[in-house]
């Protein structure tokens, strides 16, 4: 199970700070909008290649994005370790995820809440990860939608019949209040944006949401 702290909750004149602040941590989750695909405008390639440079961690991109091909070299080259872009935003999904492939990052899947994951028999031999939104994508602090539930359960089934590897992750309104419902449902990874970086103690809320999770398992 790993927690993948989200740094749009973060205090961006001082991300290199605050990524120290969550060395234990398993993953960066680097959250990308365009102002197109989500209403919300916030960092691109070069912000991830400053975080290259101040972390040893896997920095896990989540692109909210339209047509998210067009920049995958560029996030590849910055040192993006996974790249997660949105069915919903991608004309050609399949090539869009051979593409993030071919530059020897590892793929994931997005599902907004209100999208079902038919279909995803065809590409599941082609991503490392599928990310269940929790909430509609666009802004941090959002309410958790326990609609979103059976989606993880399903996601989760069908890795355990296809006998896939790849991971479950959840995005969006993950809480210590949350964290039981997602770890039941099947999810190995959580990303928390608020959870982490507004606690006063951003490790030991990292600690506090793994424990939750395993409770679970
Ligand atoms: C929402 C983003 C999330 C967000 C999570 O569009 O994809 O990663 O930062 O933030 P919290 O944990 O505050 O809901
Ligand atoms: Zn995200």
Redesign the pocket.
Known sequence: MKVAP????ADFARLAESVSAVANADWI?V?V?DGHF?P?ITMGPDVVAALRRETHLPLDV?L?VEEPIRYVEAFAKAGADRLTVHVEACRHVHSTLQAIRTCGVRAGIAYNPATSVSGIEYILHMVDLVLV??????????S?LSETLPKVSEVAGLRESRQHEFEVQV?????LETIGLVAEAGASVV????????ASNPQKAIEELRKGMSAKE
């Open positions: 989200s740094i749009l909750a989750h959250d909008m989500v919300n989540h909210m939104m929790t909430v509609n994508p666009g802004f941090g602090g959002q958790f995005d969006g309104g993950i809480t990303v928390a944006g608020t959870a982490v970086f507004k």
